[in-house]
């Protein structure tokens, strides 16, 4: 099984400046891992993926996160946000081996305040 | 093209009452998967389906079920609903599985 700890659940930034959301997981089997962003009453939106290869993963939206297996971490950053970049972002994480593993599991969220 | 869409949006039921939502994915996908989206207990995987089959499952009471057709529509049953069902609940569809899916607005289901 995997678990996913979001380590921030609020973080509030001024607009141009840069930000970092914290995930770790826990996972005894390789993991693919997924950052999501929701927008008030709406459903998910998948911002980038991580499965294999380069550990920096580049998504929509200028958004990038690094996948650092030592540390069991997949952070997510932008170096500049915009208030339009207010919303509450997803880590999650599945196995990658197939079976009853491959299944998502997510954090609790980080609402990502953006202020003028 | 046209995403995922689910129906009804909105619903209000009572306790013991029973409820089924409905989910249609993207064109050409044929996974669907459901979650269950509550502020106390946050995102929770609740069962895919491939090809009319139930590929995958969490940890949910019987009480809840689903099924797919042959088009791919989705839907999911809860029977004797209790208060605590109440949450918003989130369809997702992807062409081969849960590794790059698109979730639909969500069905917000109310339990008095």
């Known amino acids: 099984a995997q678990s996913v700890t979001q380590l921030d659940s609020q973080v509030p930034v001024f607009e141009e400046a840069p930000v970092e959301l914290r995930c770790n997981y826990s996972?005894?089997?390789?993991?693919?891992l997924f950052w999501y962003v929701q927008y008030p009453n709406q459903g998910l939106q998948l911002l980038l993926k991580?499965?294999?290869?380069?550990?920096l993963v580049k998504g929509i939206n200028g958004f990038e996160a690094e996948f650092n297996k030592s540390q069991t971490s997949f952070h997510l950053r932008k170096p500049s946000v915009h208030i339009s970049d207010t919303a509450e972002y997803f880590c999650?994480?599945?196995?990658?081996?197939?079976?009853?593993?491959?299944?998502?599991?997510f954090g609790k969220g980080t609402l990502l305040t953006v202020n003028p | 093209k046209a995403g995922v869409t689910q129906t009804p949006r909105y619903l209000i039921k009572t306790r013991g009452q029973q409820v089924t939502l409905s989910c249609s994915p993207i064109?050409?996908?044929?996974?669907v998967s459901w979650y269950q989206q509550t502020p106390g207990q946050g995102l929770q995987f609740l069962f895919e389906?491939?090809?009319?089959?139930?590929?995958n499952k969490g940890n949910f009471p019987g009480r809840f079920s689903g099924r797919q057709f042959s088009n791919s529509r989705s839907e999911m049953n809860v029977s004797t609903l209790e208060l605590g069902d109440s949450a918003l609940y989130l369809c997702?569809?992807?062409?081969?599985?849960?590794?790059?899916?698109?979730f639909g607005p969500g069905t917000r289901l109310t339990v008095l």
């Open positions: 999650a994480v599945s196995g990658a081996g197939g079976g009853s593993n491959y299944k998502l599991t």
């Open positions: 991580y499965l294999s290869g380069s550990t």
């Open positions: 997702a569809s992807g062409r081969t599985g849960m590794v790059e899916q698109f």
């Open positions: 996972s005894s089997v390789s993991v693919y």
């Open positions: 389906y491939f090809s009319e089959t139930q590929r």
């Open positions: 064109s050409g996908h044929r996974s």
